[in-house]
């Protein structure tokens, strides 16, 4: 059974770069035509897609994070990372990583965004 693992630090500085990682047992982040995933949720509103890293390692952003997202991987230690950049107060949310095909998803770890 996949299962997955948000970690990171829990309180980012406005202007930092926010940093995640997801690591992935059960199963491998190569598998052929997996995508694995970046949500998070703010306080009080629903689910929010991210971006996303497919088996290949080609990613995908939503448009409104696409100039300060990206995701990379380590297929070494079947591990995928979320970066990203310029936070407010407004990315403050509970992050998950998440697979599509499986389903799977993280516990979910807060970030926090404050000075």
């Known amino acids: 059974q996949v299962q997955l693992q948000e970690s990171g630090p829990g309180l980012v500085k406005p202007s930092q770069t926010l940093s995640l990682t997801c690591t992935v047992s059960g199963g491998s982040i190569t598998t052929n035509y997996y995508a694995w995933s970046w949500i998070r949720q703010p306080p009080g509103k629903g689910l929010e897609w991210m971006g996303v890293?497919?088996?290949?390692?080609?990613?995908h952003y939503t448009p409104s994070l696409k100039s300060r997202i990206s995701i990379s991987r380590d297929t070494s230690k079947n591990q995928f990372s979320l970066h990203l950049s310029s936070v407010t107060p407004e990315d403050t949310a509970v992050y998950y990583c998440?697979?599509?095909?499986?389903?799977?998803w993280g516990q979910g770890t807060q970030v926090t965004v404050s000075s």
């Open positions: 890293i497919l088996y290949d390692g080609n990613t």
């Open positions: 998440a697979n599509w095909e499986t389903p799977s």
